[in-house]
């Protein structure tokens, strides 16, 4: 029996393999001996590793190799392991059946380092938490902020708590749909993405709520009609990407990666199903284009400007993925933008 080592080398900057002579670790292999499985061999970056599993079963999943790894390498849980079949190629999903895969007796991986990660829920939950509270300490006005004649006072103007109504809905909301409604196909994700996200939604969040905030403001240029109109368009998106939400959430069972082609139902809010891939970031950002015109402030405009921009990007990409993976999709649609985007 052969004697498989275990041997760090820092020197080498590429991914290596872990590979073997051994053809008795092999299915099929000619020693002529009988084995249980198939001898999966991992590669790994900036580190050369020589490992052998001598005991994996054909039928194995990814998600069980990475599992077998973690033994030997308990740095490195499931969450943090990339596995592929080729360096630059794409990570392979934990449901990916080893026999499946375009390998023959001996399955080469090679394994990539993601970095620390954390759950989805805790970093929605994080950069929700943070603007809903930064609003409000410049809605009360505390110490610090505006100058001490005008701590904890409060604006004459009807628009400003309406704002603050509408920015605490939001946020609120998104809350609890992170609790209650969202289910991730992916469980984590790197924990550097929790520095970026809070940057983005804190940052956002005090600027639009200084100037909304501020002893000095002044209403929109139309008025009440402007605060009006501007009012139902937010309810209305709000309403909408509630909707979406519950639709997406009903097309994937609990505890499953199912995917599927989301169509509209009975409630009118869905039938944008009709047009667009990702109806919920059309709906997002028609949510800010209200509340931009409703407080006519530069921040709004500039935040549902950059979050549009992003939403973009994130739709066209589920757009590729939906076409890709399903051929009877529908046609028409575009990915964020009827007709047009």
Not at 11 to 19: D, F, V
Not at 162 to 175: G, Q, T
Request: hydrophobic share 40%; aromatic share 16%.
């Amino acid at each position: 029996m052969k004697h498989y080592e275990q041997r760090d080398d820092s020197s080498r900057n590429q991914s290596s393999l872990w590979h073997s002579s051994d053809s008795s670790l092999l299915k099929g292999g000619d020693s002529g001996r009988k084995d249980k499985g198939e001898a999966v061999f991992l590669g790994q970056e900036l580190t050369s590793l020589r490992l052998c599993f001598p005991q994996v079963e054909p039928h194995a999943t990814i998600a069980e190799i990475k599992n077998l790894f973690t033994k030997t390498h308990p740095q490195w849980y499931p969450a943090r392991q990339s596995l592929r079949l080729d360096p630059k190629g794409k990570s392979l999903k934990d449901e990916d059946v080893l026999q499946k895969l375009p390998v023959g007796t001996t399955a080469t991986l090679y394994f990539r380092d993601l970095g620390a990660q954390i759950s989805w829920v805790t970093v929605f939950l994080t950069e929700y938490a943070g603007p809903l509270f930064i609003y409000l300490l410049f809605y009360f006005r505390v110490p610090f902020i505006y100058g001490h004649k005008y701590d904890f006072t409060s604006s004459r103007h009807t628009v400003v708590h309406l704002a603050c109504i509408c920015h605490s809905f939001h946020y609120i909301k998104r809350l609890l749909e992170t609790l209650f409604v969202h289910r991730f196909s992916h469980g984590t994700m790197p924990l550097r993405n929790i520095f970026k996200n809070c940057t983005y939604y804190w940052g956002f969040a005090a600027w639009m709520a200084y100037y909304i905030n501020h002893p000095l403001y002044t209403p929109p240029t139309y008025g009440a009609q402007q605060v009006k109109l501007a009012l139902a368009i937010f309810v209305i998106c709000q309403l909408g990407n509630f909707s979406i939400h519950m639709a997406l959430r009903d097309l994937r069972p609990a505890g499953s990666k199912t995917r599927k082609i989301p169509y509209p139902t009975k409630n009118p809010f869905t039938w944008l199903f009709l047009l667009v891939s990702c109806p919920n970031y059309t709906y997002e950002v028609g949510s800010w284009i209200g509340f931009a015109i409703m407080t006519q402030c530069l921040p709004v405009a500039l935040f549902s400007l950059v979050g549009f921009t992003q939403m973009t990007i994130w739709a066209k990409g589920k757009h590729r993925s939906y076409l890709k993976e399903f051929r009877d999709y529908p046609p028409l649609r575009m990915p964020i933008i009827p007709f047009l985007l």
